[in-house]
């Protein structure tokens, strides 16, 4: 109740710092409420697991080099079903909950969809009280915090444990080693086994630090498993200057920016050794307390890989098996195919991970005689498969001196999915058709979900107060009632409340933008969004493009009607992406520009607002009118801020791509504002060749305003940058087919004008998004990952199936 939990905190905050609310500043309140809950939430975290042990429960391993869980104290609370009572004995102590959420730093730990997308499922994990835990690494710095300089992106570090963090115990019983380097070479042991003898290899110690995933109130706490270096005791001797220390510490100490193309090499690979290794050890040992046979772990453990960053998962495992286990090969990769599976999240070439064999046979002497023993048995099984034996070539794992890591996580896993349903199909049918051809069986999809209690309940207040009033709250267990707002699409009362929950959170937005960027916008101008990192395939450029053109219109008619549009932008660039970072630079100019013109009369104005991230998305996605969803069609595998947008009311702009099929699908062809060329247009014109940029240059008087505008001075301070977006689309033809595209995104963009006018118009399609958005619940997503993939069952508290 409110008045034992006032007690419990003031006896807490008295025993951790001596002193009364009065005097505590936010963080020490901060920490006392974290520590609070912790001890609240740990027996909780201790039954879960002992009901997992006791049962036997086959448990799922979700192996992710990436998390993005952002802040995690308003989300614990409404999970442990806190959050009111929490909120009330604050206020009768004068706190309010809000200032103490502030103190928290968002854990970065991730780039951007795949690590966001790794933390949705975790919270949807235990709320659904499936058994699943994640494996992933302590990075001591989270992404970089973003800054414009001069409109240059500039990346700082974020040293987000400079605080502490009250969420993370850490494990010091269940630190593992993990080596790397040294010779290896194999040897018969008194039974005639061949074992491996190792020399001269680095050991280094893995010590896992472990954060309680807390399900929606159901008492149940999983676990994420974080794993940091340290020099073991027994090799102190060895390290002595400061500079040798830091080398090892650098293993965990940064999350690898750059998400475009595998890079840091030799690092970049020691991390992904380092958390498969102390995952896979601390499974196995975890195994071991089953006392269950050896070759039935996969009754028992399900090892998820998320993209190829974790593929090692596959020849750790063998190694294990085969070494210390003492199976036979055949019995070790029997257990192995079984427990892995694997889902692919992008189809750029760019991003398709392969190491040098140099560097791996380096790193990794006996992992890199297992792989390369995959691949043999891979070619040879194969030859027998196939005429064409151009397939092998294409589908093997060591090749061209690379060790293909996509290739070693599809031969390694039973399953293997893509995250909407055109990506896996594009898997089955162009980019891994060859695979597809092999195994037909393995390929399946899985189309991606959200956290809808973070991106609606949490991140909306007003609207979802709306929502309880006018259908009561189901939803806030079952987001699939939320179709019942379809019976009130006609209701003005409803309607004009859910205007004014938007108005609100506009507001909201409206005051966080004057107070960062010192811009005023007014909520009564459209919100256009486009969050996301920044990408050539995402075409934040077409956008750009499109405001340009809004501009000059308004210059060569300043007296003309044009609806008023704030154009909101959010988006990290990779730092070594320089292509990306002009566009910031150009979006940043452009800005200065239009915001500052007094043509303009505040009809348009953009905000780029800086450092991007989870908790800035719970601000900007509720006050979204417009979600833009631009890339080209092919080249976005699902999206994830589509659906968080859609949740909000935010009606979509968007090509046929990714999961914005299955949002067009779920609110009718009427309710969504398709525009642009298909993927299978896209594909003919690869095929045919005949994509001309130039020609749309010279055809398209618009297209050549703006375009000019990037080197004619128009845009002041763009010279170099401007002259590089000019050629990448005019002398580079265009990769990403933003000119194609162009025509039909401004009529696109100019009936969504006229929607927007008809205000009961409008707020009817708003309805009708959020009303439909309950499918895109990460809950029903790994649902499906827990019956089609890894065969997990829920707690049922007695349960004990395997006797
Ligand atoms: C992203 C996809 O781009 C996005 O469409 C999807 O929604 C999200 O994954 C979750 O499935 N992909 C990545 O973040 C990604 O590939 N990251 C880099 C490691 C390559």
């Given at each position: 109740?409110?008045?034992?939990?006032?007690?419990?905190?003031?006896?807490?905050?008295?025993?951790?710092?001596?002193?009364?609310?009065?005097?505590?500043?936010?963080?020490?309140?901060?920490?006392?409420?974290?520590?609070?809950?912790?001890?609240?939430?740990?027996?909780?975290?201790?039954?879960?697991?002992?009901?997992?042990?006791?049962?036997?429960?086959?448990?799922?391993?979700?192996?992710?080099?990436?998390?993005?869980?952002?802040?995690?104290?308003?989300?614990?609370?409404?999970?442990?079903?806190?959050?009111?009572?929490?909120?009330?004995?604050?206020?009768?102590?004068?706190?309010?909950?809000?200032?103490?959420?502030?103190?928290?730093?968002?854990?970065?730990?991730?780039?951007?969809?795949?690590?966001?997308?790794?933390?949705?499922?975790?919270?949807?994990?235990?709320?659904?009280?499936?058994?699943?835990?994640?494996?992933?690494?302590?990075?001591?710095?989270?992404?970089?915090?973003?800054?414009?300089?001069?409109?240059?992106?500039?990346?700082?570090?974020?040293?987000?444990?400079?605080?502490?963090?009250?969420?993370?115990?850490?494990?010091?019983?269940?630190?593992?080693?993990?080596?790397?380097?040294?010779?290896?070479?194999?040897?018969?042991?008194?039974?005639?086994?061949?074992?491996?003898?190792?020399?001269?290899?680095?050991?280094?110690?893995?010590?896992?630090?472990?954060?309680?995933?807390?399900?929606?109130?159901?008492?149940?706490?999983?676990?994420?498993?974080?794993?940091?270096?340290?020099?073991?005791?027994?090799?102190?001797?060895?390290?002595?200057?400061?500079?040798?220390?830091?080398?090892?510490?650098?293993l965990t100490a940064v999350l690898y920016p750059d998400d475009s193309n595998a890079k840091g090499q030799m690092t970049r690979l020691?991390?992904?050794?380092?958390?498969?290794?102390?995952?896979?050890?601390?499974?196995?040992?975890?195994?071991?307390?089953?006392?269950?046979?050896?070759?039935?772990?996969?009754?028992?453990?399900?090892?998820?890989?998320?993209?190829?960053?974790?593929?090692?998962?596959?020849?750790?495992?063998?190694?294990?098996?085969?070494?210390?286990?003492?199976?036979?090969?055949?019995?070790?990769?029997?257990?192995?195919?079984?427990?892995?599976?694997?889902?692919?999240?992008?189809?750029?070439?760019?991003?398709?991970?392969?190491?040098?064999?140099?560097?791996?046979?380096?790193?990794?002497?006996?992992?890199?005689?297992?792989?390369?023993?995959?691949?043999?048995?891979?070619?040879?099984?194969?030859?027998?498969?196939?005429?064409?034996?151009?397939?092998?070539?294409?589908?093997?794992?060591?090749?061209?001196?690379?060790?293909?890591?996509?290739?070693?996580?599809?031969?390694?896993?039973?399953?293997?999915?893509?995250?909407?349903?055109?990506?896996?199909?594009?898997?089955?049918?162009?980019?891994?058709?060859?695979?597809?051809?092999?195994?037909?069986?393995?390929?399946?999809?899985?189309?991606?979900?959200?956290?809808?209690?973070?991106?609606l309940q949490l991140a909306n207040r007003p609207l979802s107060s709306v929502l309880d009033k006018t259908i009561g709250t189901s939803?806030?267990?079952?987001?699939?009632?939320?179709?019942?707002?379809?019976?009130?699409?006609?209701?003005?009362?409803?309607?004009?409340?859910?205007?004014?929950?938007?108005?609100?959170?506009?507001?909201?937005?409206?005051?966080?933008?004057?107070?960062?960027?010192?811009?005023?916008?007014?909520?009564?101008?459209?919100?256009?969004?486009?969050?996301?990192?920044?990408?050539?395939?995402?075409?934040?450029?077409?956008?750009?493009?499109?405001?340009?053109?809004?501009?000059?219109?308004?210059?060569?008619?300043?007296?003309?009607?044009?609806?008023?549009?704030?154009?909101?932008?959010?988006?990290?660039?990779?730092?070594?992406?320089?292509?990306?970072?002009?566009?910031?630079?150009?979006?940043?100019?452009?800005?200065?520009?239009?915001?500052?013109?007094?043509?303009?009369?505040?009809?348009?104005?953009?905000?780029?607002?800086?450092?991007?991230?989870?908790?800035?998305?719970?601000?900007?996605?509720?006050?979204?009118?417009?979600?833009?969803?631009?890339?080209?069609?092919?080249?976005?595998?699902?999206?994830?801020?589509?659906?968080?947008?859609?949740?909000?009311?935010?009606?979509?702009?968007?090509?046929?791509?990714?999961?914005?099929?299955?949002?067009?699908?779920?609110?009718?062809?009427?309710?969504?504002?398709?525009?642009?060329?298909?993927?299978?247009?896209?594909?003919?014109?690869?095929?045919?060749?005949?994509?001309?940029?130039?020609?749309?240059?010279?055809?398209?008087?618009?297209?050549?305003?703006?375009?000019?505008?990037?080197?004619?001075?128009?845009?002041?301070?763009?010279?170099?940058?401007?002259?590089?977006?000019?050629?990448?689309?005019?002398?580079?033809?265009?990769?990403?087919?933003?000119?194609?595209?162009?025509?039909?995104?401004?009529?696109?963009?100019?009936?969504?004008?006229?929607?927007?006018?008809?205000?009961?118009?409008?707020?009817?399609?708003?309805?009708?998004?959020?009303?439909?958005?309950?499918?895109?619940?990460?809950?029903?997503?790994?649902?499906?990952?827990?019956?089609?993939?890894?065969?997990?069952?829920?707690?049922?508290?007695?349960?004990?199936?395997?006797?």
């Amino acid at each position: 109740t409110k008045e034992q939990f006032i007690t419990q905190f003031k006896k807490r905050l008295s025993e951790k710092y001596a002193m009364g609310v009065e005097d505590a500043s936010p963080t020490e309140l901060y920490n006392t409420l974290g520590s609070l809950m912790h001890s609240a939430y740990s027996s909780d975290r201790h039954h879960t697991w002992r009901q997992y042990l006791l049962n036997k429960q086959k448990q799922a391993y979700y192996f992710s080099i990436e998390f993005l869980p952002g802040k995690l104290m308003a989300s614990n609370l409404l999970n442990m079903d806190w959050l009111e009572t929490v909120e009330e004995g604050l206020a009768e102590l004068g706190i309010d909950l809000a200032d103490l959420t502030e103190v928290e730093q968002d854990m970065a730990l991730g780039n951007g969809g795949l690590g966001r997308l790794a933390s949705c499922f975790m919270d949807s994990i235990a709320s659904c009280g499936l058994p699943g835990n994640g494996n992933g690494i302590r990075y001591e710095y989270g992404l970089f915090k973003q800054k414009f300089i001069d409109g240059h992106q500039v990346e700082l570090p974020d040293d987000w444990l400079s605080t502490g963090n009250v969420w993370e115990v850490r494990k010091d019983s269940k630190a593992v080693d993990v080596c790397f380097y040294g010779q290896v070479h194999l040897e018969e042991d008194a039974n005639g086994k061949l074992k491996p003898v190792y020399k001269n290899q680095q050991v280094l110690r893995a010590v896992p630090y472990d954060t309680g995933m807390i399900g929606y109130k159901n008492n149940i706490v999983n676990n994420m498993r974080l794993w940091s270096v340290e020099i073991p005791n027994s090799e102190e001797s060895k390290y002595r200057s400061l500079e040798e220390r830091r080398t090892i510490e650098d293993l965990t100490a940064v999350l690898y920016p750059d998400d475009s193309n595998a890079k840091g090499q030799m690092t970049r690979l020691a991390q992904e050794y380092f958390f498969v290794s102390a995952g896979i050890q601390s499974i196995v040992r975890y195994y071991h307390t089953l006392k269950e046979p050896i070759h039935r772990i996969h009754e028992y453990v399900a090892i998820h890989i998320n993209d190829t960053h974790p593929a090692l998962c596959i020849p750790e495992f063998m190694r294990i098996m085969l070494d210390e286990e003492g199976m036979s090969w055949e019995e070790a990769w029997a257990v192995t195919l079984k427990v892995m599976s694997y889902t692919n999240h992008t189809i750029m070439a760019e991003a398709m991970e392969k190491w040098p064999i140099d560097m791996l046979k380096q790193l990794l002497p006996r992992i890199y005689q297992i792989i390369e023993e995959i691949d043999r048995r891979f070619v040879e099984e194969t030859e027998l498969k196939v005429h064409d034996r151009s397939i092998i070539d294409r589908t093997r794992i060591i090749n061209h001196n690379q060790v293909h890591m996509a290739h070693l996580a599809i031969i390694g896993s039973h399953s293997i999915n893509g995250v909407a349903k055109l990506h896996s199909e594009l898997l089955k049918t162009v980019v891994l058709h060859d695979f597809y051809s092999l195994y037909p069986a393995r390929f399946n999809n899985k189309t991606n979900g959200i956290a809808e209690r973070r991106w609606l309940q949490l991140a909306n207040r007003p609207l979802s107060s709306v929502l309880d009033k006018t259908i009561g709250t189901s939803w806030r267990d079952n987001p699939e009632d939320l179709q019942q707002l379809l019976n009130y699409q006609d209701d003005q009362k409803v309607l004009n409340a859910l205007a004014a929950a938007k108005r609100q959170n506009k507001e909201n937005l409206a005051a966080l933008i004057k107070k960062t960027q010192d811009i005023t916008v007014s909520p009564d101008a459209i919100f256009d969004v486009q969050i996301k990192r920044l990408h050539a395939y995402k075409r934040q450029l077409l956008n750009l493009m499109h405001i340009i053109k809004c501009y000059q219109d308004i210059k060569n008619n300043p007296d003309s009607e044009f609806y008023p549009r704030v154009f909101i932008f959010g988006a990290k660039a990779a730092p070594s992406y320089a292509y990306a970072k002009t566009i910031i630079k150009c979006i940043n100019e452009t800005a200065n520009l239009v915001n500052n013109d007094p043509d303009v009369k505040d009809r348009l104005k953009i905000v780029f607002l800086e450092n991007y991230n989870v908790s800035l998305a719970e601000v900007i996605i509720p006050a979204a009118d417009v979600s833009e969803q631009i890339s080209l069609a092919s080249k976005e595998a699902s999206g994830t801020s589509n659906m968080k947008l859609m949740l909000n009311g935010a009606v979509t702009i968007a090509t046929l791509d990714g999961a914005n099929i299955e949002i067009r699908d779920a609110v009718g062809e009427e309710n969504i504002n398709i525009f642009g060329i298909t993927e299978q247009e896209v594909y003919d014109y690869y095929e045919s060749n005949t994509y001309s940029a130039v020609s749309y240059f010279e055809k398209d008087p618009v297209i050549r305003r703006v375009l000019e505008a990037f080197i004619d001075g128009t845009i002041p301070n763009i010279q170099s940058e401007g002259r590089e977006v000019f050629d990448s689309l005019i002398r580079y033809n265009d990769e990403f087919f933003v000119l194609r595209d162009f025509e039909s995104y401004v009529k696109a963009q100019e009936k969504i004008t006229e929607c927007y006018k008809d205000k009961r118009k409008w707020q009817k399609i708003s309805l009708i998004n959020i009303a439909n958005a309950g499918v895109f619940s990460a809950d029903e997503t790994v649902k499906r990952y827990a019956d089609d993939i890894w065969q997990i069952e829920p707690v049922t508290e007695y349960s004990s199936k395997k006797g």
